[in-house]
């Protein structure tokens, strides 16, 4: 017990000597399951550094990124009625999710005397002491979240070479020559190597500062074309055939999800009692972040109508220095992200799988080709599906349904097991309305994206 002590005394004299962007990002990283933060731990008290404004903003910032340039989209395919409603009512299903899971891994927390759980170790303690005939299934739901994890930070690689080569060839075609979009996706493998085998998160953290300054500006500049020039209001459908509804689903899922991240935050807090509740620093700040999106999205159908592109910068006045001088900050900011969206994938599959079984000479030349490996794929990946819009549909359909709504849902059923499920089993019915609505968003999303891929963009044999 006197050893324990020791080691928490120790642990907790560097969580303070640490500079708070460290332990930021350790939070973030130990988030997402990562073990290169055993040594940074954010305690539930006296060690947060974090204000209530501070969050606030950092809350902001995980809902900003590159799903807004596809809402626009998405509206052509819902409606702009539709559109509207359903942004509102799965955002705050989502979020209500979300609040659901950050109160049940509080609660793991606190029952299992773990101060800092991950998402993985809290489905795992979840389903382990949920029903007892499910219960065998605690490791198996702890490898689905590190597969979805993966999955989720490589597709999103992916999403970002597409985009920035489409930018690049967008602004070649203008001041140099015309090129296939596809070479300038191979053309970006050296400069992303280069940025991806920096292994040092703290050097990262000036190319995260820069990307979220960047892309503020420019979706506010984007505003501003958004609201000049509108079409007639009466040539806008309302509603739009039901098969196109998935693609919305999973642009919107891809746009407002953001678990990890958002767990993290809570925990980084002075006073984490003041993230969650009805008026909490989470909904103050997802309501902003719903808000910016449903407006950006129906402005943005409203602007350009059926003509509306995948993304929303296609449709920008190429001969204006103003519209290009916003795709190459998208672009640069998109470009300087990569590398922290796949510092996840690399954390869980060397750190967690493969460096445990290595000796220790070789560790270091096997994550370097990992990264190199990582980076080579997703560009592979780009290659072969150049569609921004339906790799991010993909992407949010596939794994954010189960992460943001369905494993929620089981983590809730697990939990509420012991606690009991209400009047009616009415708690019951909560979580399995999650992971109804994950499972019939999720999978209508996946097949309709998978058909729609494999019928532009074939794969020849």
Not at 209 to 234: D, K, M, Q, T, W
Not at 333 to 350: E, R
Not at 391 to 401: D, I, Q
Not at 418 to 431: F, V
Request: glycine share 8%.
């Amino acid at each position: 017990m006197e050893r324990r002590k020791r080691s928490f005394a120790s642990q907790r004299r560097l969580s303070q000597e640490l500079p708070f962007h460290q332990r930021l990002l350790g939070g973030v990283q130990k988030s997402f399951g990562s073990p290169l933060a055993h040594q940074v731990r954010l305690q539930l008290a006296g060690d947060n550094t974090m204000s209530d404004f501070q969050t606030f903003i950092n809350v902001l910032k995980c809902g900003f990124g590159t799903g807004c340039l596809a809402m626009p989209k998405a509206f052509m395919h819902s409606g702009w009625l539709m559109g509207l409603i359903s942004t509102v009512v799965l955002s705050s299903f989502v979020l209500y999710a979300m609040h659901i899971l950050l109160r049940h891994i509080n609660f793991l927390g606190a029952r299992f005397e773990i101060p800092l759980l991950t998402y993985r170790k809290s489905v795992e303690l979840a389903v382990s002491n949920g029903p007892p005939k499910f219960q065998f299934l605690s490791k198996p739901f702890g490898y689905l979240v590190d597969i979805l994890l993966c999955g989720y930070h490589f597709g999103v690689d992916c999403v970002y070479v597409v985009f920035v080569a489409k930018s690049l060839k967008h602004l070649g075609d203008i001041y140099l020559w015309p090129l296939d979009e596809r070479l300038y996706m191979a053309l970006l493998i050296l400069p992303l190597i280069l940025t991806f085998i920096i292994r040092d998160l703290k050097s990262l953290l000036p190319f995260a500062f820069i990307a979220n300054i960047l892309i503020f500006v420019g979706s506010f500049i984007i505003l501003g074309y958004l609201f000049r020039g509108l079409s007639r209001f009466e040539e806008l459908k309302a509603f739009q055939p039901l098969r196109n509804f998935p693609l919305f689903f999973g642009t919107v899922l891809f746009a407002i999800e953001s678990v990890g991240v958002i767990l993290a935050l809570g925990r980084s807090m002075r006073t984490p009692e003041n993230f969650l509740g009805p008026c909490g620093v989470l909904n103050q700040g997802m309501f902003v972040v719903i808000f910016f999106y449903a407006v950006f999205g129906f402005f943005g159908y409203w602007r350009y109508g059926q003509d509306t592109e995948n993304s929303i910068l296609q449709n920008l006045p190429q001969n204006k220095i103003l519209s290009q001088l916003v795709t190459a900050m998208f672009a640069l900011a998109i470009f300087f992200s990569y590398s922290l969206q796949g510092y996840i994938t690399v954390d869980i599959i060397f750190r967690s799988y493969l460096e445990p079984e290595l000796e220790d000479g070789a560790s270091k030349a096997v994550e370097f080709l990992v990264r190199i490996a990582l980076v080579i794929a997703s560009v592979l990946m780009a290659i072969q599906y150049p569609d921004f819009g339906l790799l991010l549909a993909f992407v949010g359909s596939f794994c954010l349904a189960q992460l943001g709504l369905i494993l929620p849902g089981i983590v809730d059923i697990c939990v509420q097991y012991d606690l009991g499920y209400g009047p009616g089993r009415i708690l019951l019915l909560r979580s399995m309305l999650f992971i109804f609505v994950g499972l019939a968003g999720g999978v209508a999303g996946t097949v309709v994206t998978l058909q729609t891929l494999q019928a532009r963009f074939p794969i020849v044999v």
